[in-house]
């Protein structure tokens, strides 16, 4: 049982270089999300989406963006990466929102230079 | 901004004794909050949660309380084992349009054989 699953684990980049993090889940779930968290920080949610081709913003958006074709699989691009984008990457999903958790994958460190 | 506030960045407990971690919030639109536990390397696993219908919630030897109007709660573990010894996040969730689960910053729990 897979779960949710990050590809790749590490990662340097050259400050302007572009990447794609990628995510997906095998649990049919509708909602998916992209969180960073920065040293000594709680997650900060990047992009969200409720399901196949519905996409929004989280708290952080800046530098980033994601598309949602299927409902497995949720990518995340950096554009121009920036040292300020160095941070743990981690996606999660869940069933729908409200009361219920949602489940992570095991993270993505990514390091700007 | 931070809505959500763990201001113990670490904590040690003795096996066998009472773990207390506490969680502050500023945002009264939340009313659902939730504890993940995260090993190094690891992405984050749900514990438990509770919503602010309830002061209580109890799962085996962990406890969350909730007390809504000092806008504060709090996860017992008891009794701490080794294995309990994590980073615990504490996160908050406003309505059920708002997608935004806010994470405190984390607290260290490390539990001493």
């Known amino acids: 049982n897979a779960g949710v699953t990050q590809t790749p684990k590490f990662r340097i980049l050259k400050i302007g270089q572009s990447m794609t993090l990628q995510c997906t889940q095998d649990m049919n779930h509708n909602y998916m999300y992209w969180y960073r968290q920065d040293p000594g920080m709680g997650l900060k949610l990047i992009y969200y989406s409720v399901g196949a081709g519905i996409t929004d913003k989280g708290e952080v958006p800046n530098g980033y963006n994601v598309s949602r074709s299927t409902t497995e699989d949720f990518p995340l691009r950096l554009e121009l990466a920036a040292p300020s984008q160095t941070s743990v990457y981690f996606c999660?999903?869940?069933?729908?929102?409200?009361?219920?958790?949602?489940?992570f994958g095991q993270g993505t460190r990514l390091t700007v230079v | 901004d931070q809505q959500v506030k763990q201001n113990s960045p670490s904590l040690s407990v003795q096996e066998g004794r009472i773990s207390i971690l506490n969680c502050d919030y500023t945002n009264s639109m939340f009313d659902y909050f939730l504890w993940y536990k995260k090993y190094p390397a690891e992405g984050p696993t749900f514990l438990i949660s509770?919503?602010?219908?309830?002061d209580k919630n109890e799962d085996g030897r962990f406890t969350v309380f909730l007390n809504k109007s000092a806008k504060h709660l709090s996860l017992h573990i008891v009794p701490s084992q080794p294995g309990d010894s994590a980073v615990y996040f504490c996160?908050?969730?406003?309505?059920?349009?708002?997608?935004?689960?806010?994470f405190g910053a984390g607290t260290r729990l490390t539990v001493k054989p």
């Open positions: 996160a908050a969730r406003g309505d059920l349009i708002n997608n935004d689960m806010r």
């Open positions: 999660a999903s869940s069933y729908w929102q409200g009361d219920t958790e949602a489940f």
């Open positions: 509770i919503s602010s219908i309830k």
